[in-house]
């Protein structure tokens, strides 16, 4: 029974046989992400060229024709939408809209033939089964890892996730509706002499349709609530507003962006329930005109889709896009949006992709991302950086001075983590469990003795600068993970605890990254992410201002117009 004290290596093997995979078939995994990022961007464009307040009535309009004449719908689609637009978030629906679109076809696609052959074949159903069961139970997150792996970032990467995520109702409910077919129905189209094609095309098929529907009812808001995991690694959407709020503990822009998901999902929800109505067709005639503009819908569709893909690609000049690769914390939110106005000033179409840790150094890595000044080294993500050093241009530090710690408001009497001993209920309030400083904390635990029996409540920035401001309002004793530069030491009375023992380390500095051939592909953009530095209280007071409300675009501009002699030294 020794064996059953050693772990088996799972964990190697899969990673063995995703990297043998992401190698091997390198040329397909990148054709895919080009096509489908060169197609879906195509989407995009298209329903961007119909202006806002044309589309929103037109597509009331087509809910009123669907939904035979409802108020109700009508009036919710025309409102709901003006809603989106009126919050600034119409660019990210429509980003959404193609990628729910792309994932609920590819999963459309892949899942009736897979839950005919489940119907048609007892061994496949058996085999197929598990594989359902293992796809819809297994956490979403953990689709992300290969998505990443075979497509870098942004959208093909989120469908990837999502089709996976969403594939296995179609195919259960194909199955389920062609074996729901009566047994005498199909002995009596065997009798009359069909063969299998004409009986699934003209008996099961039109008999499981509404059970078919259904599936492709939940496939699509399956799909769609794949929307905020999938911005964890670029895609862009409505779900970045989600994700963002989240780390950031921002109430009420979350609910904006989680409301305008919500009038989403009700528009996809009705039109697919109404598409699933039975349609009649007195005559011969009617059911051939009926068809034939299927048909015409259906080829319509794809040339306005390929045309699309087509147009976007040529319209685009590459030449001037940049694209970053940064973190959802305030601090490199407000480094990444300074930079990407500088670069703007100067011509360039700059996108931030707002990144996990590990996926930020991959995207720089792989050239997805043309380069990063997120990095906090050699401590915070050190240890992912010795993993990519190799694959990247280390510009040096945009940024010196930054500092990991314990951190209590000046109200309360100790100075250092040696002195801590029952204070907040020997709790450190953290942040995200995978952060470097949540692991130099719990490091602390094991060096102090005075920590014995401490324990760190981890959650996520945002939720942590919540809890830090309840507590000072009430001027309630917390201990917490606390990082220079950040907000919360200018807008409070905070003092970082004395660290004998050097376990939260020395200092931190912030880097700045380069894609290995930018220098000679873009010099003027390599330059200012070579040059670009600034100081603990140039950061801290564009992340004042956002933690006030302002949009990190406007506090970038407006320290950009207060510091114009050293922007002026990064473009020399």
């Known amino acids: 029974m020794d064996f059953l004290r050693h772990a088996l290596p799972v964990a190697s093997w899969i990673d063995t046989f995703t990297e043998w995979l992401t190698t091997t078939f390198a040329g397909l995994f990148s054709f895919l992400q080009t096509v489908g990022e060169a197609m879906m961007n195509g989407m995009t464009g298209m329903l961007m060229l119909v202006p806002p307040l044309l589309f929103i009535p037109l597509l009331a309009l087509f809910m009123f024709i669907i939904s035979k004449k409802k108020i109700g719908l009508t009036v919710f689609t025309l409102l709901g939408l003006l809603f989106v637009y009126n919050q600034g978030l119409w660019t990210n629906l429509m980003n959404t809209?193609?990628?729910?679109?792309?994932?609920?076809?590819?999963?459309?696609?892949?899942?009736?033939?897979?839950?005919?052959?489940?119907?048609?074949?007892?061994?496949?159903?058996?085999?197929?089964?598990?594989?359902?069961?293992?796809?819809?139970?297994?956490?979403?997150?953990?689709?992300?890892?290969?998505?990443?792996?075979?497509?870098?970032i942004g959208m093909v990467?989120?469908?990837?996730?999502?089709?996976?995520?969403?594939?296995?109702?179609?195919?259960?409910?194909?199955?389920?509706?062609?074996?729901?077919?009566?047994?005498?129905?199909s002995e009596a189209a065997e009798a009359f002499g069909s063969t299998g094609w004409q009986?699934?095309?003209?008996?099961?098929?039109?008999?499981?349709?509404?059970?078919?529907?259904?599936?492709?009812?939940?496939?699509?808001?399956?799909?769609?609530?794949?929307?905020v995991t999938a911005s964890m690694i670029g895609a862009p959407g409505l779900g970045e507003g989600v994700l963002a709020a989240l780390q950031r503990a921002e109430i009420g822009s979350g609910f904006v962006s989680g409301i305008s998901l919500v009038i989403l999902a009700i528009i996809i929800d009705r039109v697919?329930?109404?598409?699933?109505?039975?349609?009649?067709?007195?005559?011969?005639?009617?059911k051939t005109a009926r068809k034939r503009r299927n048909i015409i819908g259906s080829v319509v569709a794809a040339v306005v889709l390929i045309g699309g893909a087509v147009y976007y690609t040529a319209s685009q000049d590459k030449s001037r896009q940049v694209t970053l690769s940064s973190?959802?914390?305030?601090?490199?939110?407000?480094?990444?949006?300074?930079?990407?106005?500088?670069?703007?000033?100067?011509?360039?179409?700059?996108?931030?992709?707002?990144?996990?840790?590990?996926?930020?150094?991959s995207a720089v890595a792989n050239g997805e991302a043309d380069g990063s000044v997120a990095p906090w080294l050699p401590i915070t993500q050190g240890a992912i950086f010795e993993q990519y050093k190799d694959s990247v241009v280390d510009l040096g530090p945009n940024l010196t001075g930054a500092q990991n710690g314990i951190a209590v408001p000046t109200y309360m009497d100790v100075d250092s983590i040696a002195e801590l001993s029952d204070e907040a209920?020997?709790?450190i309030t953290g942040i995200e469990p995978g952060a470097g400083i949540t692991g130099l904390t719990e490091e602390a635990f094991e060096v102090y003795e005075n920590l014995a029996g401490w324990t760190q409540k981890t959650s996520s920035t945002g939720a942590m600068t919540v809890e830090l401001g309840q507590a000072i309002?009430?001027?309630?004793?917390?201990?917490?993970?606390?990082?220079?530069?950040?907000?919360?030491?200018?807008?409070?009375?905070?003092?970082?605890?004395?660290?004998?023992?050097?376990?939260?380390?020395?200092?931190?500095?912030?880097?700045?990254?380069?894609?290995?051939?930018?220098?000679?592909?873009?010099?003027?953009?390599?330059?200012?992410?070579?040059?670009?530095?600034?100081?603990?209280?140039?950061?801290?007071?564009?992340?004042?201002?956002?933690?006030?409300?302002?949009?990190?675009?406007?506090a970038a501009r407006n320290w950009i117009d207060a510091n114009p002699d050293k922007v002026e030294s990064w473009l020399e």
Request: without cysteine; glycine residues 6%; hydrophobic residues 50%.
């Open 425 to 427: 209920g020997q709790v």
């Open 97 to 152: 809209v193609t990628l729910v679109i792309v994932a609920s076809l590819v999963s459309i696609i892949i899942g009736i033939p897979l839950g005919i052959l489940m119907a048609k074949s007892s061994i496949a159903n058996k085999i197929i089964t598990p594989i359902l069961d293992f796809m819809q139970t297994m956490p979403s997150f953990v689709y992300l890892i290969p998505a990443v792996a075979f497509f870098g």
């Open 327 to 361: 973190l959802q914390w305030d601090s490199e939110i407000a480094s990444g949006n300074v930079v990407k106005e500088v670069l703007e000033d100067l011509g360039y179409d700059v996108k931030i992709s707002y990144l996990d840790v590990a996926v930020m150094f």
């Open 157 to 185: 990467p989120g469908v990837f996730a999502s089709v996976i995520f969403a594939l296995p109702p179609t195919v259960r409910f194909t199955n389920l509706g062609i074996k729901q077919v009566p047994e005498d129905l």
């Open 199 to 227: 009986k699934l095309f003209k008996l099961e098929l039109p008999l499981a349709k509404q059970t078919i529907f259904a599936g492709i009812n939940q496939t699509t808001m399956l799909a769609l609530s794949m929307v």
């Open 473 to 554: 309002a009430k001027e309630e004793e917390i201990v917490f993970t606390g990082w220079t530069p950040h907000w919360m030491f200018e807008r409070y009375d905070l003092k970082m605890l004395e660290d004998p023992e050097n376990v939260m380390g020395a200092g931190e500095t912030i880097v700045s990254l380069a894609r290995i051939g930018l220098e000679e592909d873009m010099p003027e953009v390599y330059k200012v992410l070579d040059n670009f530095n600034w100081e603990l209280e140039d950061m801290q007071s564009v992340m004042l201002e956002m933690s006030e409300g302002v949009a990190p675009e406007v």
């Open 272 to 286: 697919t329930q109404n598409l699933n109505q039975p349609v009649v067709s007195r005559t011969e005639k009617e």
